[in-house]
């Protein structure tokens, strides 16, 4: 299905994989991956099996153990979730009747599905993959079409490798300028959800673009895309270039040879041309960014680590006071405090958004050396087991452990609650992961989302604190 005239990149990647346009809007689409988990891969498979259906072509379909896992060292198949061990009984015999490419709870290469995916070449640009899991669109940051989907779509993509879709529109998010220093992938995706609200881009597929996004690392980029859902995207996207071509070079199940040539050479023509049409731009100078830390309960009330909490009746929209309003009595909070006299129960560092190498070397940087403050608890999770042998071989594990924080095996942890492992109730926590709605974390716990950095220094420093800020609070002390 040839699209006319100039294309988006979101536009090329459709149409090459368009099977046909179905009479209700909707276009039947080619799906190249499907990746499962144990949360709910058993259940797919097993539906999938009593419908009568076989998985169509079980080379494309993966799964990994990591959202109930425990990350306790040791685990086997215990996890504090009720009826966990059952999840992960249940996808392992599924797997293995559907001969599907498992990595079990103490496989080498077992971790969160969207680091591992493209960590092993998994994913790869111009494909499609699809996984139940809403922040599938992390996967994009090397220029696939990836989107999370639900249970009963998995059936339908284990069975036909298709997956009906309606498209949505394109948005294009131009980032020029460059990150200050210490400001970071996830200071830029906090502050742009902030600035447009976290429905800013319901509807659309986005592109980042521009001179700071360029610049950015490609485990960054995993981080920017990671939280495209959050503002509302039906998926993200980065163009490739040459460091997503030197990240996937030698990867596990990326091309090899003569078709690393020729898959590099396609890969060169997935970009947006010139003048492509964007149904809505927006425009943002990284310059102007500091370290973003959130404040309530959506990902969209965040402000800079330096600045004061805004009251109910700063904003416009009646929804926005109320939730506003709302959000400051479950974190226990007052209009006007400033973020950096506020003090913190506990630290996390993991999940799919920050967990991978780069992300705890910049946490061990600024941990190094010192202590977490009295009374703080830390937990540091690697994204997966390899992520977890590159840090010890580093010793990222003992800088972290000798400040205090735990060092725990590969896996979702915590993340999310349910039913299982929790920080407590009423407990402050900073964290590095992508979600900071009521009871995330565990029942009345309250989450605020910041880099790794910030996390580390607040750690530290036992309230929000920036790198540079306890740096300099370091320096007039001495």
Not at 156 to 178: E, F, Q
Request: charged content about 25%.
């Amino acid at each position: 299905m040839a699209i006319s005239g100039a294309s988006t990149l979101f536009d090329k990647l459709w149409s090459d994989h368009a099977v046909c346009d179905l009479e209700n809007g909707e276009t039947l689409l080619y799906v190249d991956r499907v990746f499962l988990h144990e949360r709910t891969g058993a259940v797919a498979l097993q539906s999938l099996r009593s419908a009568g259906y076989d998985v169509r072509d079980a080379r494309r379909v993966f799964c990994t153990m990591d959202h109930i896992v425990d990350t306790f060292p040791g685990r086997g198949d215990k996890t504090l979730m009720p009826s966990g061990a059952d999840f992960i009984r249940a996808t392992r015999s599924e797997t293995r009747t559907a001969n599907i490419r498992l990595f079990d709870v103490d496989d080498a290469d077992q971790g969160i599905v969207h680091v591992i995916s493209p960590e092993q070449g998994l994913v790869l640009p111009g494909l499609t993959l699809v996984c139940p899991d809403s922040h599938t669109c992390t996967q994009g940051a090397i220029g696939a079409l990836a989107w999370g989907i639900g249970s009963s779509e998995a059936e339908h993509a284990l069975a036909t490798g298709t997956l009906r879709v309606r498209k949505p529109k394109n948005m294009r998010v131009i980032v020029d300028g460059a990150l200050r220093p210490g400001v970071t992938a996830k200071d830029l995706i906090l502050h742009l959800i902030a600035r447009f609200g976290a429905n800013g881009a319901a509807g659309y597929a986005v592109e980042f673009s521009g001179s700071a996004i360029r610049q950015l690392e490609v485990e960054a980029r995993f981080t920017l895309c990671n939280m495209a859902v959050e503002f509302s995207a039906f998926t993200a996207l980065i163009a490739p270039d040459e460091k997503v071509e030197a990240y996937l070079d030698g990867r596990d199940f990326a091309p090899k040879g003569e078709h690393w040539r020729d898959a590099v050479e396609y890969w060169r023509t997935l970009r947006s041309d010139d003048n492509a049409a964007f149904e809505r731009e927006l425009v943002v100078d990284a310059g102007e960014i500091e370290p973003v830390v959130t404040w309530g309960t959506s990902p969209e009330q965040a402000v800079g680590i330096s600045a004061r909490i805004p009251g109910p009746d700063e904003h416009l929209e009646p929804h926005r006071r109320e939730a506003a309003a709302k959000a400051l009595q479950y974190q226990g909070l007052q209009a006007g405090q400033t973020m950096v006299d506020i003090a913190v129960n506990a630290a996390f560092i993991g999940s799919c958004t920050n967990s991978r190498l780069s992300d705890l070397r910049a946490a061990a940087a600024i941990v190094n050396g010192r202590r977490i403050a009295p009374g703080v608890r830390g937990v540091v999770v690697p994204g997966s087991r390899r992520v977890k042998r590159a840090a010890e071989q580093e010793g990222l594990d003992r800088i972290f452990t000798e400040a205090g924080f735990e060092w725990r095996d590969s896996g979702c942890s915590m993340c999310f609650y349910a039913g299982g492992e929790t920080f407590g109730e009423f407990q402050r926590v900073i964290s590095t992961t992508n979600r900071n709605f009521e009871g995330r974390q565990g029942p009345n716990t309250r989450t605020h989302l910041a880099s790794p950095e910030t996390v580390a220094a607040t750690a530290i420093a036992g309230s929000f604190t920036s790198a540079e800020m306890l740096a300099n609070s370091e320096s007039l002390i001495a």
